[in-house]
């Protein structure tokens, strides 16, 4: 097949996608199909997919502990699209595209919806899905409607007058859309409640203010309508944060989690019950959090999980099996074979 994997673009996640594409386009390149790795935002210039395409697997991608500097990627760019010269017309050209976006755009839906327009098929859920899942203010809506149990919590919008005084500290802070908690602090009263909303409104207009649920953190995976096995996460310091998720050694990642079998298959079960609420595709990831009492607290909906060398779903299906490479081989056949 011709593979396009598509990362960067413009967004606060770009460098954890071009690790996960870079690792992509070698799986696929190591599994006999003519790749590509392409830069959303960037794009490029050549437009022919045969003189571009690389036959060896030569990509590599470290991210580094801080998030990138987007004003300065803005100035790389000769146009203001947040969509490259000659990237639809590359993947037009291929029998799929591999989405390996991360945040903004591509997780969205927006990307998505583009595609469809231009008849481009590509790997994950639908624009539909990502919009659902990617707006966690709309996603925590649908998941209270179908009594699925998620922090409280209110919506502050940036310049508009929010009612705090029902705030419950601890409480957690973060964007609406963001993605790897870029933009994420905690407060313990109203003066760093106050900080922390200037904080999360430098990414987006729109934020989510939530009562902080102290316990352990699971993730669900879930691939072509299963659930993988669940995967304890545990930060050696701090929280789950950029740095923790994506530098290799800074938190202790147990799969499969050492929990009661039927407490696994409970949160086994609500994580395929999000996926389907979301309308969400192939594959997808879910984070939860388990209080002392074994309440189950589902926190945010992932419609493209990282597939990096730290990151979560990959493990998941190790532990059921599944390599890396075989995952791959398996987002991108389903992707072909769901091609209405």
């Known amino acids: ?12 996640e770009r460098e954890v996608s071009f690790s ?8 696929l390149i190591e599994n006999g199909h003519e790749v590509m790795l392409l830069d959303l935002y960037l794009g490029n210039e050549n437009k022919d997919f045969p003189a571009v395409y690389t036959k060896e697997a030569v990509y590599s991608y470290q991210v580094q502990e801080a998030e990138p500097d987007l004003d300065k990627l803005q100035k790389l760019s000769s146009s203001k699209e947040l969509i490259g010269p000659g990237v639809i017309e590359l993947c037009q050209q291929a ?21 469809d327009l231009y008849n481009v098929n590509y790997t994950g859920s639908g624009y539909i899905g990502c919009l659902l899942s990617m ?9 209270r409607q179908n009594s699925i149990l998620t922090p409280p919590g209110i919506t502050a919008y940036k310049n508009v007058p929010c009612n705090l005084k029902n705030v419950t500290f ?4 973060k964007p609406c859309s963001n993605g790897s908690s870029i933009g994420v602090s905690f407060a313990d009263n109203e003066d760093e409640l106050k900080v ?12 989510l203010i939530e009562q902080k649920i102290v316990g352990r953190e699971f993730s669900a995976g879930i691939l072509d309508n299963q659930a993988l096995p669940l995967i304890e996460i545990i930060p050696k310091e701090g929280f789950y944060d950029y740095k923790n998720k994506y530098q290799k050694g800074a938190a202790n990642e147990i799969c499969p989690a050492a929990i009661d079998p039927d407490l696994t298959a409970k949160i086994q079960s609500e994580a395929m019950k999000i996926h389907h609420t979301l309308n969400l595709g192939f594959y997808s990831r879910m984070d939860f959090i388990l209080d002392e009492s074994d309440n189950c607290y589902w ?3 992932n419609s493209l999980p990282g597939m990096t060398q730290t990151s979560l779903l990959p493990q998941e299906a190790a532990a059921a099996g599944i390599d890396y490479n075989m995952l791959c081989e398996k987002i ?5 074979r769901e091609r209405p």
């Open 135 to 143: 707006d966690k203010d709309i996603a925590k809506k649908l998941m």
């Open 20 to 27: 996960s594409g870079a690792l992509i386009a070698n799986a």
């Open 332 to 336: 991108c056949n389903a992707a072909v």
């Open 196 to 207: 922390a909303m200037d904080n999360a409104f430098k990414y987006e207009d729109k934020i």
């Open 170 to 173: 601890p409480c957690v802070v």
């Open 299 to 301: 926190l945010e909906a």
């Open 95 to 115: 029998d799929v595209v591999f989405i390996a976006l991360h945040g903004s755009m591509g997780e969205n839906g927006q990307l998505q919806a583009v595609f």
């Open 1 to 12: 097949m011709r593979v396009v994997v598509l990362a960067g673009g413009y967004s606060p």
